[in-house]
């Protein structure tokens, strides 16, 4: 499997931004997906995952209410939406895919290279 991310810019505190997980090689519907992000100088940190079933999702406690993950198996893609963004949320994002379907851990199966988001104040 591999993972296209993209999406991230330079945005003002408070503002929005979508990023996509294009993936490519295989189907990913049966997979568990997520999103992890890593600041300068910091480890990298979960942020959102959605499991095999399309409905069920889990958020780092720092992103709840604001950031929104989903799937479309269709176009074999994963999304998050971020609103009212801070600054604090800059950082690298990853995307990932694991094939257990019901997990998702900091060792997914498969990465994506990252896109950067920058959150001004």
């Known amino acids: 499997v591999q993972l296209q991310a993209s999406g991230g810019g330079l945005v003002q505190a408070g503002g929005s931004l979508r990023l996509s997980c294009a993936a490519s090689?295989?189907?990913?519907?049966?997979?568990?997906m997520g999103w992890f992000r890593q600041a300068p100088g910091k480890e990298r940190e979960f942020v959102a995952a959605?499991?095999?079933?399309?409905?069920?999702?889990y958020y780092a406690g720092s992103v709840k209410g604001r950031f929104t993950i989903s799937r479309d198996n269709a176009k074999n893609t994963v999304y998050l939406q971020m609103n009212s963004l801070k600054p604090e949320d800059t950082a690298v994002y990853y995307c990932?895919?694991?094939?257990?379907?019901?997990?998702?851990?900091?060792?997914?199966?498969?990465w994506g290279q990252g896109t950067q988001v920058t959150v001004s104040s």
């Open positions: 990932a895919a694991n094939s257990n379907g019901a997990v998702l851990t900091s060792t997914p199966d498969y």
């Open positions: 090689g295989r189907t990913i519907s049966s997979y568990a």
């Open positions: 959605i499991y095999w079933s399309g409905g069920r999702t």
